[in-house]
T-cell receptor, first 110, second 113 residues
């Protein structure tokens, strides 16, 4: 069965610090992988996606993610966070039906 | 930039009542989806819809739920007899093809009293 695990429920980083949000997945075939961000009271906005090819994908707002098949991981990274990055981040896998992780809440300290 | 819209943004209803949540997907998209997010929990897939029929549904999507594309623009989710546990944020999404990026609407918060 498809599943996504985001081990960190809540992460706090200082503004300007680097960020890595972890995502591990279980999927029977070559996965389609996504990272979405949800600000309070808002919908889900796609940050980036991986379908095939280069395993390091670039997204919006300075985010990137690396697909590692051997580790079944698709971790999200940003070299320097901004206060506006505070939000909930969801990793998802699937094609027609997306399976989401539990989400990681990111808090930014000034 | 085209976007998915949903109405209403917040719906309050009494247990046992019927509700219809409305979505307008992006105009050239062919695949439509409903997801829900109970407060504090993960986003869960409910149903996908293509060519005027359900293509996949989850265990959550029981006989109380139905979807419809009544015209060329709207996509609706109906809950026939709401239960307290149906209280959640309901998201509509659309995509050009399966596996492509799904664009999500802002959600409808359903509160069942």
């Amino acid at each position: 069965a498809q599943s996504v695990t985001q081990p960190d429920i809540h992460i706090t980083v200082s503004e300007g610090a680097s960020l890595e949000l972890r995502c591990n997945y279980s999927y029977g075939a070559t996965p389609y992988l996504f990272w979405y961000v949800q600000s309070p009271g808002q919908g889900l906005q796609l940050l980036l996606k991986y379908f095939s090819g280069d395993t390091l994908v670039q997204g919006i707002k300075g985010f990137e993610a690396e697909f590692k098949r051997s580790q079944s991981s698709f971790n999200l990274r940003k070299p320097s966070v901004h206060w506006s990055d505070a939000a909930e981040y969801f990793c998802a896998v699937g094609a027609q039906k997306l399976v989401f992780g539990q989400g990681t809440r990111l808090t930014i300290n000034p | 930039e085209p976007e998915v819209t949903q109405t209403p943004s917040h719906q309050v209803t009494q247990m046992g009542q019927e509700v219809i949540l409305r979505c307008v997907p992006i105009s050239n998209h062919l695949y439509f989806y409903w997801y829900r997010q109970i407060l504090g929990q993960k986003v869960e897939f409910l149903v996908s819809f293509y060519n005027n029929e359900i293509s996949e549904k989850s265990e959550i999507f029981d006989d109380q739920f139905s979807v419809e594309r009544p015209d060329g623009s709207n996509f609706t989710l109906k809950i026939r007899s709401t239960k307290l546990e149906d209280s959640a944020m309901y998201f509509c999404a659309s995509s050009e093809i399966p596996g492509a990026e799904q664009f999500f609407g802002p959600g409808t918060r359903l509160t069942v009293l």
